[in-house]
C-alpha cells in the first residue's frame, strides 16, 4: 500500500486527478469506480476544471460505475447516488448517460440487483481504478463494520449513526434511507486500483485502524491491505493518528 500525506485537500485531490488522467489517456474506454460523499469531491472538481480548461483527456468512452446506491427514493431524486455523480461528475465530463452506471434499487428486482450489478461490471471488463471515500467508522462504500471481506453487492441496512452523518444532505434523519444496495468489500478488491481519499482530523483514527490496524471486518477500510496496488491519499489532519 501507498501512503501519501499531502498538504492540502486539493493537492490530495490533484494526485487523484492526475491518476485517473493517465488512466484515461491510456485507455480511452477506460472504466472509472465512482463513489460518493464530500471526500472525493476535490478530485472530481479538479478533473472537471482541467476538462474545461481544454488540458483534459476526452472522457467519451469512458464508463463509471458508482459503489453504492439508496433504496426508496424515487428515479431521479437529486440524492441518488446516480443523480449525484451526474451532477458533480460525470455531465461536466461529457459522459453519455448510458456510461455512467450504479446499482439499481427499482424495487421489482431487488433480490437480484447486486447479481445483476456484479454481471454488468464483468462484462464491461472490470473497474481500473476505484475512487473511495472512508466513513469515521471505517466504513468503504455501504460496507459497515462487521461486513464481510468475502461481500458482493448487496442489500444493507444502514446504520443509525451513518444515517445521521448523511442527514445533512436530507431534510431530516427520518428523510434518509434505511436500506441501500451497496458492492462487496470483495468486490472493491477485484478493481485493478484502488485510490482512498481522506481528509480532515475526524477520519484520522478511521485511517489509521485501515492502515495500521489488523485486517479485519471491525474496519471495513482495512480490506486494502490485502491489495496488490492501493493507494492512499491523505492530507496532514487525516494522517494525524499514523
Ligand atoms: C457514505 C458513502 C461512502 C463515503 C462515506 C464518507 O457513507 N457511502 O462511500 O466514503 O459516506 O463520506 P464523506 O466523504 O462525506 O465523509
Do not use: W
Request: charged share 20%; net charge negative; with cysteine.
Amino acid at each position: 500500500m501507498e501512503v501519501v500525506i499531502t498538504t492540502s485537500k486539493a493537492d490530495a485531490g490533484a494526485l487523484a486527478a492526475d491518476a485517473i488522467e493517465a488512466l484515461v489517456r491510456a485507455k480511452p474506454e477506460a472504466v472509472l469506480g465512482t463513489a460518493t460523499g464530500s471526500s472525493p469531491l476535490p478530485i472530481y472538481a479538479e478533473l472537471v476544471r482541467r476538462h474545461q480548461a481544454g488540458t483534459g483527456p476526452s472522457y467519451a468512452g469512458v464508463r463509471t460505475f458508482n459503489l453504492d446506491e439508496y433504496v426508496g427514493l424515487p428515479a431521479g431524486h437529486e440524492q441518488t447516488y446516480r443523480a449525484t455523480i451526474q451532477r458533480e461528475l460525470t455531465d461536466a465530463l461529457g459522459l453519455p448517460d448510458g456510461h455512467v452506471h450504479g446499482p439499481d434499487p427499482a424495487e421489482d428486482g431487488l433480490p437480484t440487483a447486486g447479481a445483476r450489478y456484479e454481471s454488468l461490471i464483468v462484462e464491461s471488463g472490470g473497474v481500473d481504478l476505484q475512487v473511495l471515500g472512508i466513513g469515521a467508522d471505517g466504513h468503504l462504500a455501504f460496507n459497515e463494520p462487521g461486513s464481510s471481506l468475502a461481500s458482493r453487492t448487496r442489500i444493507k441496512t444502514l446504520t443509525a449513526q451513518t444515517r445521521s452523518d448523511n442527514a445533512r444532505f436530507f431534510g431530516s434523519v427520518d428523510e434518509v434511507p434505511i436500506h441501500v444496495l451497496t458492492q462487496g468489500l470483495a468486490t472493491i478488491l477485484d478493481a485493478r486500483h484502488l485510490v482512498l481519499i481522506a481528509t480532515g482530523a475526524g477520519k484520522a483514527d478511521a485511517v489509521a485502524a485501515a492502515v495500521e490496524g489488523p485486517v479485519s471486518a471491525s474496519c471495513p477500510a482495512s480490506v486494502l491491505q490485502l491489495h496488490p496496488h492501493a493507494t492512499v491519499l491523505l492530507d496532514g489532519d487525516a494522517a494525524g493518528s499514523l
